[in-house]
């Protein structure tokens, strides 16, 4: 029996873990899967449309002509003229016009553009210039954005219950430590005293019998009876207290025998954890200072490896980039000559989004709690104190 047992334990302990990570990995995958399919829609759509060099252009490329034509040899006369023409010729100048499409929507290139439209970055480098792509662009994040929100919702759950054990761990070994810190201060006589509280709670939780209560007790004895008989029955009450009984387990297992009868209950347990999506990241309760120093470390760990494949980077501008990203500000001021290499961090952005998203609720928490102190500040200046009349 016992070797049959532990199979089923095994089964047991691996179904639970399954049901247990399930419903987080099902949106990380569906949204792996809306990224993989946004990039095949956009790279076809985008990089295979015609360009068509329209009246502007052909003005834009005579302009330029005539501006080199009517240059001088002596550039350093008309240094401010030239400079001034062709600043004025640029600024008609559209970026479509000197770049092929398909070098830009490549399955990489829409895929780093799918991640920018729902994650909120936008960076404004790429974007969709056929009607039809603004068009599925538009769909694409409607259904996108809430969908990596709710990602971030539940991963966060995830980040603020390792964070909540870990800080409680760490305050908990803070106490301890101080506690032993406290006790080694004890005197001798304490430490008896505490010696023979344990031997007297040891009596009381020990199964004795009414006959050895009395026995064991020599100072009930010399009581009257009445009195003596309520610190007996108080005996036994204790006793009682320290042995409860197991409590029945009203739910029947029946894993080994029929396991169809559990799925039930098992789905309930994959609706619950759909349900409780949220909780922990409300229930998150450190110091503000820790999230901060955490985004500090966070940030500068990438902006040290990010400059090794962007080499137009350096250390400041990388930590510069990731906040910016990571904050979904994303002004597209600095552009990234690799951008599929940057995709391997996608799980990078999505945990240090999360991370962002957790130390912004606890701020926001802050300043409800300050704005709340602060109005009752000021509404109990405000209220004039009542004045006692004598009757």
Known sequence: MASTAQPLRGKR???????????????????????????????????????????EY??????????????????????EVFREQIHALLNTAER???????????FFGSLFFCCTVFTTVGYGNTYPVTRIGKYLCMLYALFGIPLMFLVLTDMG??????????????????????????????????????KSRAQSKIVINEPLTIMEVLKSQAGVKRKPVK????????????????????ARNKSIERWSSCPELARGKTMSRVIENFDKIGQQVEKLDVPIVLMVLIIFVYISCAAAI?????????????????????????????????????MFFSLYL???MEIVFIAFKLGQDRLIGLYKQVISFCGEKKVPSKKIYPK
């Open 157 to 194: 759950d995830i980040l603020a219950t390792v964070l909540s054990k870990s800080y409680n761990e760490f305050r908990k070994l803070q106490s301890k430590i101080r506690a032993s810190k406290f006790c080694a201060g004890f005197t001798c006589n304490k430490r008896d005293e505490l």
């Open 306 to 342: 990010l400059p090794n494949w962007e080499t137009r980077l350096d250390f400041q501008e990388a930590f510069y980039f990731c906040f910016i990203t990571l904050t979904t500000i994303g002004f597209g001021d600095t552009q990234l000559e690799h951008p599929k290499f940057f």
């Open 96 to 106: 479509d016009w000197f770049v092929n499409p398909k070098d830009i929507w490549t």
């Open 13 to 55: 302990a691996c179904k639970k873990i399954f049901w247990a990570v399930f419903p987080h990995a099902c949106f990380i995958l569906s949204l792996v899967v809306y990224a993989f399919l946004g990039a095949l829609m956009f790279s076809h759509i985008e990089g295979n449309r015609k360009v068509d060099l329209s009246e």
């Open 58 to 79: 052909r003005k834009f490329l005579q302009g330029l002509w005539d501006i080199s034509r009517n240059l001088s040899d002596n550039m350093t006369e008309n240094e």
């Open 227 to 246: 009195y003596r008989n309520a610190q007996i029955f108080e005996l036994l009450i204790a006793r009682e207290n320290e042995h409860p009984k197991p």
């Open 350 to 352: 999505i945990i240090g």
